[in-house]
């Protein structure tokens, strides 16, 4: 045992970590922005807008991400006639595919909502768009939290498969290191603990807010539901 | 002229061959590539089936030992469920290929080089296999949460033993729960065998990924190895669905036809 080595690759090892973080920022942020269009796709009632929310789901959640990584990196150049280098491929596929997981959570978290809200939203005049916006999101984002921070720390761990296509964020890193020092038990057990770290972190945040939500509902959560009804 | 024209048609004619990408399919069966294709599904599929097996047996374990009255089983059982989930598959397949065989003694380091047929097979599966055994740990821990108190204490009040009112009561119905989310824990499974490739067993992914840099015929082997995967997704969750219900119980909720 010599863990010496890390603390010689430190930089470089840290870099990957970097790296790491921004390919998780990012594809969180886009899979997200993407998942929420999606998701309130596919509870639309319009079936040209419901049958592709659909099928696009249904097709990334049954492919593997890997297969998902290679089509964006060997096939899009093919497709679109120049490269599109490492970082932005990648990119390009964790937000596509992550997209369709994030777009179930979303629907899940409407669907969480009462049907009643909405029929009192529009009693009230209000149209669908204001509904979703100003009653019924605000209500499933906060539902949906705790499976969007365990979808985040997925994410953090499928960044972690950039490695087959060859770019240096931290895996990949720790095996260059490896290549070069010949280290792999010291090595890989610290990438093994980095990641632990992070992710139990993330673990623990996700279930102490489900907790907490679970409470919240317990004490409030009949408070919604008899409303006075204006006569 | 001359000089500066030739260099600019010899680009436009290298973009072209980029865009005019001739299909040939037939690299989906040829001689040595379709047995490759076809050894590689059939790995996919054993492989999946066997880790899921691991993953059965090992996570209904680890997922009773989270209910049970006792402070050690519980901390096992958690531990196990921590540590297996937040590292990467990928990191944790590397870990039982390149790491676990320098931790062992020697004697056991070159009997199991000797002796096992096919090192990074094996240690996919157990990899893959204990991998999944936290989420399915998980999945067990709920459906016996989701079980309703009032069933277990009508049962215990009606004179059965612990062993009588979980064979007869608990069981029964918590599986009837499980069986979606277990649908769905073992298509994840399914679709992580794709990362055994990484250690060198020549799955679906990792065929079609060897027939590409045989040949350059990426997009029609990538075509092919997403159809085996949405095919074989697809008759499971439709297998699941009839299986579901065939099983239900009146009372329950579930899907029906």
Request: with cysteine.
């Amino acid at each position: 045992m010599d863990w010496n080595v890390i603390t010689r690759n430190f930089e470089f090892l840290c870099g990957g970590l970097g790296l790491t973080f921004q390919l998780a920022a990012i594809s969180m942020v886009g899979g997200l922005l993407l998942g929420i269009i999606l998701g309130l796709a596919r509870l639309s009632s319009r079936k040209w807008i419901f049958v592709p929310a659909t099928l696009y789901v249904n097709l990334f959640r049954s492919l593997p991400l890997l297969l998902v990584i290679f089509w964006f990196y060997f096939l899009a150049p093919l497709i679109i006639g120049r490269p599109l280098g490492d970082f932005l491929s990648v990119i390009i596929a964790f937000i596509a595919f992550e997209a369709a997981y994030f777009a179930e959570i979303v629907r899940g978290g409407i669907q969480s909502i009462p049907r009643g809200q909405l029929e009192a939203g529009y009693s009230l005049g209000l149209r669908y768009h204001r509904i979703m916006l100003h009653i019924v999101l605000p209500q499933a984002l906060r539902n949906m939290i705790p499976p969007l921070v365990t979808q985040c720390v997925i994410i953090f761990q499928d960044t972690s498969l950039a490695y087959v296509i060859g770019l240096k964020e931290f895996l990949r890193r720790v095996s260059i290191t490896d290549l070069r020092e010949f280290r792999s038990v010291e090595l890989y057990l610290f990438a093994a603990l980095v990641y632990l770290a992070i992710c139990s972190l993330g673990a623990t945040l996700s279930s102490r807010l489900e907790r907490r939500k679970s409470i919240h509902s317990e004490r409030y959560g009949k408070a919604i539901l008899p409303v006075e009804a204006p006569c | 002229m001359l000089e500066e024209g030739f260099p600019e048609q010899a680009i436009r004619e290298s973009d072209c061959s980029v865009l005019n990408y001739t299909f040939d399919w037939s690299v989906l069966w040829r001689e040595p590539y379709g047995e490759l294709l076809l050894t590689g599904i059939f790995t996919t599929i054993h492989l999946s089936l066997l880790a899921w097996v691991l993953a059965l047996v090992v996570g209904i374990l680890v997922g009773v030992a989270r209910v049970l009255p006792n402070h050690l089983t519980r901390l096992v059982g958690f531990s196990y469920v921590q540590l297996f989930r937040n590292i990467p598959l990928l990191l944790q397949l590397f870990i039982w290929y390149f790491v676990l065989p320098l931790l062992l003694p020697r004697p056991a380091q070159s009997w199991l080089y000797r002796n096992v047929p096919d090192l990074p097979y094996f240690m996919s599966v157990v990899g893959l296999g204990l991998y999944t055994a936290s989420r399915v740990a998980e999945q067990v821990r709920a459906g016996l949460a989701s079980c309703p108190s009032g069933l277990y204490e009508a049962a215990s009040a009606s004179g059965l033993s612990t062993f009588h009112v979980y064979r007869y009561v608990i069981l029964p119905y918590a599986l009837r729960i499980i069986i979606p989310p277990f649908t769905a824990e073992f298509l994840t499974c399914f679709k992580n065998s794709a990362l055994a490739m990484t250690i060198g067993v020549m799955e679906t992914t990792g065929a079609s990924y060897q027939i590409d840099s045989l040949t350059y015929h990426g997009l029609e082997t990538t075509t092919a190895a997403s159809l085996v995967y949405i095919a074989i997704t697809l008759s499971v969750v439709l297998f699941m669905s009839w299986v579901e219900r065939r099983v239900w119980l009146h009372g329950m909720i579930g899907r029906r036809s």
